[in-house]
């Protein structure tokens, strides 16, 4: 596992199934998709998406992170996702639907051209 690699395995095998097929996850169907073990599963499902995402940042792609949803969040990520988003110089801070819709069609067509 490379240093930028996320600790739990699968995520990335999980998160390119998800972009190929077209689809989003909760957090918490993740989590359980990936038997992360709890307490504090979703928290380390996070740390490891805040991990991919500072590498996708360095990388100029599409955040993977955006293929996950918040369970109250009408379909987007939850606001440490936008808030890592817009440190890291992807998100302006725009409409945030606007910015995962981007983001998502991205990694869709990324995983369609692969």
Known sequence: MSATAPPI???EA???Q???SGQTTTYGALARDLAI???GS???LT???ETLMQADAAANRPLRAALC???LGDGLPGQGFFQLAQRLGCYDGGD???FVRAERARLWAAAASA
């Open 18 to 20: 998800l972009a190929r």
């Open 47 to 49: 740390n490891a998406l």
């Open 9 to 11: 395995p699968e995520l």
């Open 14 to 16: 999980r998160l390119a």
């Open 42 to 44: 979703i928290a380390k």
């Open 69 to 71: 949803a918040g369970r």
């Open 96 to 98: 945030p639907g606007d």
């Open 37 to 39: 073990p709890g307490p």
